[in-house]
């Protein structure tokens, strides 16, 4: 069965510590993976497609990389604007253009 | 600004009531699609829309209903089939001409609680 499975649940970080999240899939034919942030209340924001393994893409303090079972989302030197939940979702070979989403991992970053 | 529009924010449902929400989108994308978000739980599909007067169940159809006949409005119908209707729901809309890896964008959601 196709899976995407995210971890931690939850993370709390002091400002300035940094840390990753984790997103690992069991699917076949991976044709996209994305992350998302998606604020409480808020539908969520697109951050990132990546194809391929060995593919990193950067955006401020958020570098998101692949590999052939899982994506890290790294976060350097978080403030506590990047508290948010972060979600990523996978398009596979056989589902078109829909996408299977993982739980989502609520990031807390303390001042 | 272009962008996804849903509405009403919050909505209230009688029992055996249907309701419909409202989703639009001025960004010119053929594919729209409706999700269900509950506490702890990703994103579920409920029904999707790759151009208009076509549309496919997601994993979740069981008690909603959709229409697609205009370009930029995809409503969802919850009826009084669906049993636990209680949750978050996002529209998100995603552009077919770019190629099949184009993220979809999302609105900001419509909480829908039972009185």
């Known amino acids: 069965e196709d899976q995407v499975t995210q971890s931690p649940e939850a993370l709390r970080l002091q400002e300035g510590e940094s840390s990753s999240l984790n997103c690992s899939y069991t699917?076949?034919?991976?044709?996209?993976l994305f992350w998302y942030r998606q604020d409480p209340g808020k539908g969520p924001e697109f951050l990132f497609t990546l194809y391929s393994a060995g593919e990193e893409k950067e955006k401020e303090r958020l570098k998101a990389t692949l590999t052939k079972k899982e994506s890290f989302l790294h976060i350097t030197a978080p403030k506590p604007e990047d508290s948010a939940t972060y979600l990523c979702?996978?398009?596979?070979?056989?589902?078109?253009?829909?996408?299977?989403f993982g739980e989502g991992t609520q990031l807390t970053v303390n001042p | 600004d272009g962008g996804i529009t849903q509405s009403p924010k919050y909505l209230f449902r009688k029992e055996g009531q249907n309701v419909t929400l409202s989703c639009e989108q001025n960004?010119?994308?053929?594919?729209m699609y409706w999700y269900r978000q509950d506490p702890g739980q990703g994103l579920r599909l409920i029904y999707y829309?790759?151009?208009?007067?076509?549309?496919q169940k997601g994993d979740i159809a069981e008690g909603y209903s959709v229409s697609r006949e205009k370009k930029e409005s995809f409503p969802l119908t919850v009826t009084s089939a669906q049993k636990n209707p209680t949750a978050f729901y996002l529209c998100?809309?995603?552009?077919?001409?770019?190629?099949?890896?184009?993220?979809?964008?999302f609105g900001d959601g419509t909480r829908l609680s039972i009185l």
């Open positions: 979702a996978v398009r596979m070979e056989t589902s078109g253009s829909r996408l299977t």
């Open positions: 960004l010119n994308h053929d594919a």
């Open positions: 829309s790759q151009i208009v007067n076509d549309f």
């Open positions: 998100a809309s995603r552009d077919r001409v770019l190629g099949s890896n184009q993220p979809q964008h």
């Open positions: 699917v076949s034919g991976l044709r996209g």
